[in-house]
């Protein structure tokens, strides 16, 4: 198994440009999620989905769409790419599990907007 | 609502040196509580999880015991490596809940 699997790994933007994050998984979970990770700042949830079709926000929404059509995919889009977006994205996945489960990382990709 | 706090780092220890990273928390109910660990360039990765009150979570050497009482996670490592240099974060789930909760990170460094 891949695993969780993101491209591209590194990612340089202009403002205003639009672009998608690509995630897959091989693992039949149901739950995948986005986060951004900022210094000092942990990890902060922008959208999740918890299966196919279904999507809602996380804390940070704002600039960002998603959609869910199959299992394995959840890309991210970023509409106008602004300088505050230049953080590292990561994409994970999970089963339900009554919340006991642990969430797998993807192994991140790091936008830069100019 | 849920949060996690992590003492701040970083910290720096020479090799075989005792490590503790304190994290509590607040929470409804019993939440499960989890260590991440992230090495450099890397996504976060499981380290050890505990899911009910008096749990040991333990992996590789790190150990972590669910305190209700205290609402704490502190993780500890007897004899610490310079591969063990890397970001830790505590995190918490509700029961029966989806999201993830993440402490800030605390980042280790161990000198040879």
């Known amino acids: 198994n891949a695993g969780v699997t993101q491209t591209p790994k590194f990612q340089v933007l202009k403002t205003g440009q639009s672009m998608t994050l690509q995630c897959a998984q091989d693992m039949n979970h149901e739950y995948m999620s986005w986060y951004r990770q900022d210094p000092g700042m942990g990890l902060r949830l922008i959208h999740y989905?918890?299966?196919?079709?279904?999507?809602d926000q996380g804390e940070v929404p704002n600039g960002y769409n998603v959609s869910r059509s199959t299992t394995e995919d959840f890309p991210l889009r970023l509409l106008s790419a602004a300088p505050s977006q230049t953080s590292v994205y990561f994409c994970?996945?999970?089963?339900?599990?009554?919340?006991?489960?642990?969430?797998?990382f993807g192994p991140g990709t790091r936008l830069t907007v100019l | 609502g849920n949060s996690v706090t992590q003492m701040e780092g970083p910290v720096t220890l020479s090799e075989e040196a005792f490590l503790t990273i304190n994290c509590t928390y607040t929470a409804t109910g019993y939440p499960s509580l989890f260590w991440y660990v992230q090495y450099p360039g890397e996504g976060l990765q499981l380290l050890l999880k505990?899911?009910?009150?008096?749990d040991k979570g333990s992996n590789k050497g790190f150990e972590a015991t669910y305190r209700k009482e205290t609402t704490s996670f502190h993780l500890e490592k007897g004899s610490v490596q310079v591969s063990d240099s890397a970001v830790y974060f505590c995190a918490l789930k509700d029961t029966g809940g989806f999201k993830t909760i993440f402490g800030a990170g605390t980042r280790l460094f161990v000198k040879a």
């Open positions: 994970a996945s999970s089963t339900p599990g009554e919340g006991k489960n642990e969430q797998f």
């Open positions: 505990a899911t009910k009150a008096d």
């Open positions: 989905s918890v299966g196919a079709g279904i999507t």
